[in-house]
Each structure stands twice: as structure tokens, then as C-alpha cells.
């Protein structure tokens, strides 16, 4: 209303004045009352009515119990005043009941008192204490991450708690860390995950005719590719256009690469003929009749190539990813597979003639993290155990003796020395095993001590290369006149005639002496009888198959055997049973 006159229902108090705030009362309602009647001797009453104030000034009954706060995950518990009462009552009725605390957090751990303050409907209050335990069961949080453990050189290798602990926490106190192996070695280095056959790691569509396909074997074993081969499809056909048939032995962890017969940049260990692929052609591997592995899609035709995952068939070297242990014979639509091979330039041969694929399981760590109040969870992490501790090459010197023909060959263990690698030694090899003339002498060479881990180290050793193999003597007849002194002094031209047709592997120039160069008339001898044609000279029948005929040349001349047979006659036979035909020429002796 205008002039706010209900402001006469109001009371005023001094400036600043707060004591009224918090708390408001209004009036009653309506008062019972009372009827009084009054009565005289003579029976004559009358009645007066009278307000009736019925004041409640007892206080209720408060009861308290005992009660335990959990604190939550994140170190917060509440309590609200129905977990502390313990059935207080009021005769009028209960108006509310508080708590002198409701909120408690890591620091209230253990035992602490809470008043119950409970208020009846009238005003009346009164307060029990309760027992209030605050406890932290929440186990904490325990955070893991993986951890590479390196070998030192005697194969062994430490872990602690902590340097698996990722940041693991608890909401009341500080934790305490543990794991449950802290010790690695040798035998812990997770293998390369194993084949079940091979398959294809590396394909290069290069320029031109620069086009291979290298196998890989990983499964654990040697394997004869006799039973193997390359299957081409162009163009989206079913029927393949060349099929190449691989041949050899393929050593575990070793590749095999089929290169086009006229790529200019690489050779592979097998060249083949034929059309080779284009990048829209389907590879197909196969192991007998049966296919272990296809690039591309037999049967579509993409186009000019495919292209998935931004990897492109087409004028591309492309490389299988190391966690891909197996071929594909899915022959899916659009050749979705393409995604787990790495893309390189046009003409990379920089990854052919290897591959490596990715280990297979190695151990696991399991952390435990417990907090002051004994609450414990755990977090498990994946252990990658390394050795980068290369073998110790040990060398010794050798000497290769060549042979006859002037070659000799070198071993690894000829020059190995007990080189030593904690973990174990996967291969020796040499920098030079064949020797022939050329080397005689000194040589350096170099050997290479490869470890199971793939590690290598290298030592020198010195190669002494010798030709300790007599020359092949040939030696001649020639017929001297005596003087007329009846003496004669070979020549050397003479001597060099009685050598010639010697023969060495290492020298081409030989030197000839004789032990006795100086004849006389005692050393004049008949001339033999000269005969007319060959003869059987000796005959050898002797036990098992020692069985041989001599034939004799008297004939004063060479004689040329392949004109001559040896016929036998078995058991009576009037025709022979075996002809050996005869081979080269016999001189005069």
C-alpha cells in the first residue's frame, strides 16, 4: 500500500544490531480455554470463560551409539546425525537432530567425540557424546608401466619397485612399493615370436625391371624350398601368368630374395625369368599346393595399383612390420592387409637381404602398493629384458696348406679361439674362407662373433697360406750319344726335356736337376726287344675284387689306347660278357 503502513508490524533495534539473526518465532495460535461456572446456595450459577497456556519446559531424551565413518577413495567420510542417535525420544515429538560434526577426512583416522544435539518440537534440547572411528580401507592406487631391464656383460640385470612405479597413490598416507621378481637374465630375453611357415617380408616395384620379393623364414628351423614357389597373377586373373619354383635351403631368421632376371640394381639369390609383377598384380606364396601367403587380392584388378593406409603398390618398396609373424591367405577385397606393411622410396634396397620380426612375450612384474593403514592393491608391467653386451672375439693364427689343385679353404672354428658371449653365441663367420695361390703367405682376416641377441664383435687373425704339395714330375725319356771319348755331360736344355709336362698349381716356372748328369760306356745298355703290338704283362685275381691286368707297350713307340679293348669271357662264353674300352696313350718304356 502506498506509505508501506504495514510497517507498524514492525519493531526497531539499534544500528549494527545482529542478535535476532538466525532464529525467528511467531505467536501461537489460538489458546485452549476454560469455562467457569459459579454457583450460589439458593443454586443460582453463572460462567466466565478463561485462556488456557500450556508450556512444555521438559527436555527430550538423547541417546547415542557408537559408529564408524569409512573414508571414500578420496579420503572423505560424512556422518549424518541418524548414524549417532540411538533412539532419542521426546514426549511431544522430536523437532530435528544435529551433530556437532558431519564432515572428516584423513586427518580424523582413529577415535573422535561427536555431540548429538536433539530438539523437540517445543524448543527443548539436550546433547549425548557418540564415539565416532573414522577408518581408511581403501586400498590405493596402484599405477605400473612397462620397463626395459639391459643386461650387464655377466647376463644379469636388477629391477627395483620404483622404476616400475608409474606415480601409484593413496588418499591418507605415503605408500610403500614391492615387486615381486627384481632379478633377470640371459634366459628372460623374449625370442622372436615363431612362423608357422614363411612368408613374404619385403616387395619392391621398382623402376623398370626392378622388381624382387624377399622370404622370410622364421620358423625356428632350416627349410628345403625345393617344395616352394612364386605364383604371379596380372591384371585381376585367377589363373597365375608365371609361376617361379624356389630351390636351396633357407636357414631360420634368414631371408630369400626373388629378383626379375634383368633388375639392374640388385640381384637376389634367385634371378628369374618370365613376366614379372606391376603394381596392380596379386603375388600368391605357396608351399606345395597349398598358399601361405598373398599380396594383393587374387582375381581384382585395382587399377594401376592399390592403396590403403596411404601405402602404395605401385613404384614402391614395401616392408612387412616387424609385429607381423605370419603370412595372409585371406585374399580380401581391396587388400586390406597393405596397412601392416611400412611404405620406402622407389627403388629402396636398403632393408632386402634381411628381417627381423618383433619378440614374442617376455615376463611381467607384478607391483604391490600398500598404504600406512595396511590396504594393499596391486598393478602388473611388461618387462622388455635387453642385452647390448657384445661377445668377446677371441682369434689364433692358422695356416691353410692348399691342395693339389692350389685352393684351400678356412673355417671359422680354425681361427675361432673360444670367443664367449654370456648369453650364447649364434654364429661365427669369416671375412675370407677360400685361399688359392694368390695369398701365399700372410693375410689378415677378419672374424665375426654374432651373438643370440643379435650382437657382434670382431677380431684379426693372421693367415699363413702355404703350397707344401710337391709339383706333378713328369718324366721323359731321351737317348744320349757318348763322345768319342766315351763319355757324355747332359746339357741343361736336356735336363729341362726329361721335366717337361711337370706340372705345379702354384708355379709356372719349374726348375729341373737331375742326380746324376754324366754318362759313360758302362752305363750303355742293350736296346730292348722291340715287339709288335701290346701285351698283358701281369694278372691279378685276389680276394674280394682285387682284380687287376697290366699291359705292356714294347712296341718301341707311343701308342694310342683308344683303338684297344679288354674283353672278358664268363664261365665258358664264347662271346664276351664285358668290353672295356681303353683310354689314352702308353709310351715306350
Known sequence: AAGFPSLADWTEFATDDIRGFRSHSVATGSLPTVTLTVTDANNNSSTATA???????????????AFTVQLDASGNGTLDPADVDNGSTDTCGIGSLTLSQTDFDCSHLGTNTVTLI???????????????????????????????????????????????????????????????????????????????????????EGS???????????????????????NFYFNGSVTPGNTTTLSGSLANGDVYVVCDDSATIISGDLDAGGSFYNGDDAIELLNGS??????GSIGEDPGSQWIVAGNNTQNQTLRRNANISDGDVSNAAGFPSLADWTEFATDDISGFGSHSVAAGSG???????????????TATANVTVVDNTPPVALCQVFTVQLDAFGNGTLDPADVDNGSTDTCGIDSLTLSQTAFNCSHLGTNQVTLTVTDVNGNASTCTATITVEDNIAPAVVCNIITVELDATGNYTL??????????????????????????????????IA???????????????????NKYIEIYNGTGGAVNLGDYELRLYSNGNSSPTTTNTLSLSLIHI
Do not use: R
Open 527 to 545: 736296346a730292348p726287344v722291340v715287339i709288335p703290338d701290346l701285351m698283358i704283362s701281369e694278372y691279378v685275381e685276389g680276394s674280394s675284387f
Open 208 to 230: 623398370s625391371n626392378n622388381k624382387c620379393i624377399e622370404i622370410y623364414n622364421g620358423t625356428g628351423a632350416a627349410v628345403d624350398l625345393s617344395t616352394y614357389s612364386l
Open 363 to 377: 615376463p611381467t612384474v607384478t607391483l604391490t602398493v600398500t598404504d600406512a593403514n595396511n590396504n594393499s592393491s
Open 51 to 65: 485462556n488456557v497456556t500450556v508450556v512444555d519446559n521438559s527436555p527430550p531424551v538423547a541417546l547415542c551409539q
Open 491 to 524: 746339357t741343361q736344355s736336356e735336363i729341362d726335356a726329361i721335366g717337361a709336362g711337370s706340372t705345379d698349381s702354384c708355379s709356372s716356372i719349374l726348375t729341373y736337376s737331375v742326380d746324376n748328369a754324366s754318362f759313360n760306356c758302362d752305363n750303355v
Open 118 to 204: 536433539v530438539t523437540d518440537v517445543n524448543g527443548n534440547v539436550s546433547t549425548c557424546n557418540a564415539t565416532v572411528t573414522v577408518e581408511d580401507n581403501v586400498a590405493p592406487n596402484a599405477i605400473a608401466q612397462d620397463v626395459t631391464v639391459t643386461l650387464d656383460a655377466a647376463g644379469n640385470g636388477t629391477l627395483t619397485a620404483a622404476e616400475v612405479d608409474n606415480g601409484s597413490n593413496d588418499a591418507c598416507s605415503a605408500v610403500t612399493l614391492s615387486i615381486d621378481n627384481t632379478s633377470f637374465d640371459c634366459a628372460d630375453i623374449a625370442a622372436p615370436a615363431l612362423s608357422n611357415d614363411l612368408f613374404i617380408s619385403e616387395y619392391m
Open 290 to 295: 597349398t598358399a601361405i601367403d598373398i599380396f
